[in-house]
């Protein structure tokens, strides 16, 4: 009797285990949803960040967001421990063979339920930035960076915000978005979708997120198991909820190196060639969308030209069609600046600022620096990008010395600061456990590396980690963080390697997801033909109201009510209401959440009087964009249009002030 109750009290305590966190989860999301609806009838906006203001205990509530990821994480390296133990005891009442039955049954639910439930982990993120609790973790999230408070667009983003509104407007490219047309493209086309209202495109790039990391995640786990594919979903939002409630371009190419990584890993796998190719168009397109390890591609290329094991004639062909899909996602960069493009940028001009920079043995900004005279005698972006990589190669050329330096210094950079980086993305607050964290999945993966039976999938990770550190050493010093996003899913699929189920591991064929495979494939299809289409489509669909409007005094700025609603939020003070239609902070919010922007612009903290609102206008005559501050009464006109006139605040490189405005017929 008592060998009975051991039994069963460790069938209970497994099944526990398996079922307990998605169950815990599907409840989180449940009340998240009820109140996101109960928000949305309240007039909460937006309406999904209104259970962290409904909740008793918001702290915690963004605490628990923050953790998310690392306890899923835990999650799954407990699942693989066990796993890995009872294949390995095989203790009574709970064989080898009854246990896959178990984790198999979650497997079938995951897949089923799986999207719906990665769908709510990415909005509860963004809710959690959205929310007025969490200003005090800006630190920790970059989201803060690359937009005031989660929502007006800053820095880089708003030149993306900019530049999709030209794109709409004008039909062309400005000069700043010939850098990276395709995020630029595809922003034009989900700010059009919801009749430019920021909030509705970063929800929809939410979306894509979401998708992306569902579909990769299951083609990964019906390769290495479980908890494999769980261990790289949380690696995958922790990564991309820093970017997601942005205009950047970091959350586009995380979600098309996705799809792409998915496609490549089943033809790696499964020594499927076609699958292979198409994933490589997608990490090539991923690259597009945003630069990053740039020696990853010539690399997997040598790897698979040098395992392709067919008569010369075949082998020709097959390296052609490898080298045409590489070609045509990069490609598509140079396709979309010759289509939509004025001549006046050109394509990634940024990396030009990076060559010279490593030429003169620094960093980008040395570029700026050290031509700053010659580069402001230079009309345009292409212009100064042509004239830094002659430069670059004039400075090669002389001494090259400065350049290998330079190339040490990024990678010594990059592996002092990948522990700190682990720790902050995981919310891992002990040294201890860092490490600890860090030798567990060192472990793990050396372990794979060793027991893997297909030699060519041990070659491919190789492979993958020197193009990875040959990438680090020029990218890492003048982009940080941020390079990682198309390569991302790579790096988290390879450290969650050891977490492979033990069953994967036997000489049976894996099994294929091919509605997962289908699906990424029509995806990245889709998203580069919308790029190449869509912004010709709503151009001639827009209203244009700029081409219809005569050109008036330059402090008078055209625009529409429903972009300013979209991008805008209001502060006010103690004992002031509540301004409806855009997101409150008070003052003290909104001084704590002004933190990255302020350092760039310190006018931002000599604000008017609460109440106040703080907005981005998109003027259609002049094709321009400004951040303002403006009175809340603005808000009180219904008119499509509005004409606003402002002038710039005194000793503020961004800011201007909003002095009149009224309503406009717009014609």
């Not at 740039?294 to 008569?311: D, H, S």
Request: glycine share 8%.
């Amino acid at each position: 009797m008592f060998e009975q109750l051991r039994r069963s009290s460790l069938r209970t305590a497994v099944l526990c285990f398996l079922w307990g966190p998605p169950c815990l989860l599907s409840l989180l999301a449940l009340a998240f949803c009820i109140w996101t609806v109960v928000g949305w009838v309240g007039g909460h906006t937006p309406a999904i960040s209104a259970i962290f203001h409904a909740f008793p205990y918001p702290d915690q509530l963004v605490e628990c967001e923050l953790a998310l990821p690392g306890i899923i994480l835990v999650w799954a390296v407990l699942g693989s421990v066990l796993s890995w133990l009872i294949h390995a005891l095989q203790p009574a009442g709970l064989s080898r063979r009854r246990f896959r039955q178990l984790a198999s049954r979650l497997g079938i639910f995951l897949r089923r339920w799986g999207f719906l439930l990665i769908l709510f982990l990415f909005l509860f993120s963004l809710a959690r930035v959205w929310s007025a609790a969490p200003v005090k973790a800006a630190a920790a999230d970059e989201s803060y960076s690359g937009a005031l408070l989660g929502y007006v667009p800053w820095g880089d983003a708003h030149g993306f915000h900019k530049g999709a509104f030209c794109l709409v407007e004008s039909g062309n490219l400005d000069d700043w978005s010939h850098r990276r047309p395709l995020n630029q493209a595809l922003l034009a086309m989900r700010l059009a979708m919801t009749g430019f209202h920021l909030r509705g495109a970063i929800l929809l790039q939410c979306l894509l997120l979401a998708v992306a990391s569902y579909l990769v995640v299951r083609i990964f786990g019906s390769c290495l198991g479980l908890w494999s594919a769980v261990g790289m979903l949380a690696l995958l939002l922790a990564y991309g909820r820093l970017f997601q409630a942005t205009t950047l371009s970091e959350a586009l190419g995380l979600s098309i190196g996705a799809l792409g990584f998915g496609l490549f890993y089943h033809g790696v796998r499964h020594t499927h060639f076609w699958s292979s190719t198409c994933g490589l168009f997608g990490l090539a397109l991923s690259m597009s969308a945003r630069a990053g390890a740039m020696f990853l591609l010539p690399c997997l290329l040598l790897w698979l030209g040098w395992q392709l094991r067919v008569g010369w004639k075949r082998w020709l062909a097959s390296m052609l069609a490898l080298v045409m899909a590489v070609a045509l996602g990069l490609g598509w960069t140079f396709l979309l600046t010759a289509t939509y493009g004025t001549g006046r940028g050109a394509a990634s001009a940024n990396f030009s600022y990076v060559c010279c920079g490593m030429a003169l043995g620094g960093t980008w900004k040395d570029a700026g620096r050290s031509y700053a005279e010659q580069l402001s005698q230079l009309k345009n972006e292409k212009l100064k990008s042509d004239f830094l990589y002659a430069k670059s190669w004039e400075l090669i050329r002389e001494n090259p010395k400065p350049l290998f330096r330079a190339l040490w210094a990024g990678e010594r950079a990059f592996l002092k600061a990948s522990m700190p980086f682990g720790s902050q993305l995981l919310q891992l607050k002990s040294a201890v456990l860092v490490l600890a964290t860090m030798l567990l999945f060192s472990l793990a993966l050396v372990v794979y590396l060793v027991r893997i039976r297909k030699r060519r999938e041990r070659g491919f990770w190789l492979t993958c980690v020197l193009g990875f550190l040959l990438s680090m050493a020029v990218i890492f010093v003048n982009g940080g963080w941020r390079v990682l996003a198309a390569s991302w899913p790579m790096i988290a699929a390879f450290f969650t390697l050891g977490l492979a189920s033990p069953w994967s591991f036997s000489s049976v064929a894996p099994s294929t997801d091919r509605r997962a495979i289908i699906a990424s494939g029509l995806i990245l299809l889709v998203l580069a033909c919308a790029a190449l289409a869509g912004p010709w489509l709503i151009h001639n669909a827009a209203d244009r109201l700029g081409d219809r409007r005569p050109r008036g005094p330059r402090d008078v700025f055209l625009t529409s009510r429903n972009a300013v609603l979209g991008g805008a939020i209001a502060v006010v003070g103690k004992g002031d209401a509540s301004i409806a239609g855009v997101p409150n902070f008070n003052i003290s919010q909104y001084r704590a959440g002004i933190w990255h922007p302020a350092a760039e612009d310190p006018k931002l903290l000599r604000h008017p009087p609460t109440p106040f609102l703080v907005v981005v206008v998109h003027d259609y005559v002049y094709r321009r964009s400004k951040h303002m501050f403006a009175p809340v009464d603005l808000l009180e006109l219904e008119s499509p249009y509005l004409s606003i006139k402002a002038q710039p605040v005194e000793g503020s490189r961004f800011l201007w002030r909003v002095i009149e405005f009224q309503a406009s017929e717009g014609h």
